[in-house]
């Protein structure tokens, strides 16, 4: 069985928001967008869509037969409304056997939270909360809770939920 090595990256963030993953090569599309959104942070709110080649994909297309050599890119949507937009970019491609199963294996940076109005709504939306001063410091505060950290990743939390989904037949 191939192994993709896929870095997620969440466009127009900066410092940038990132995963690495490994799926298998004939995970279908509507498999791969069920993974992304546990992976990135999503609670799966949204419509989505996948663009190869300027041209959108259907969830039963297979990652394989959009990517194949490391190099290669797609492209993920979530959100139409905030924009989210994620590149995919195949890093490497290794050989697994039938134990494999999907993992996250890094990252960087927590995940903007749903509705907050895209990567200049989320900047704003940091600057409120980093800023005692602002006026929107506590409403922001309240939202994301005062534990939130931007700079926040855990790959063995990702894993657990990935694990949870798996388990539960919905990844």
Not at 13 to 22: A, H, M, N, V
Not at 81 to 102: C, M, N, Y
Not at 120 to 130: K, P
Request: charged content about 25%; overall charge negative.
């Amino acid at each position: 069985m191939e192994v993709y090595v896929i870095k997620v990256t969440l466009l127009a963030t900066s410092p940038p928001i990132w995963r690495r993953l490994l799926v298998e090569r004939d995970i279908r599309l509507r498999q791969l967008h069920n993974t992304l959104q546990i992976i990135m942070g999503w609670s799966n709110s949204h419509l989505h869509k996948f663009i190869f080649n300027k041209q959108e994909q259907s969830d039963r297309t297979k990652l394989g037969d959009c990517i194949r050599i490391p190099g290669r890119k797609l492209l993920y949507e979530y959100d139409f409304g905030d924009g989210w937009g994620h590149e995919l970019l195949l890093e490497e491609v290794l050989t697994g056997d039938e134990s494999f199963q999907r993992a996250c294996v890094a990252g960087g940076r927590s995940c903007p939270p749903e509705d907050c109005g895209g990567p200049q709504g989320f900047a704003e939306l940091l600057n409120a909360f980093r800023d005692a001063a602002h006026p929107e410091h506590s409403s922001i505060v309240e939202w994301l809770g005062e534990h939130f950290d931007p700079e926040r990743f855990s790959v063995v939390d990702v894993n657990r939920r990935l694990a949870r989904r798996k388990s539960s037949g919905v990844a």
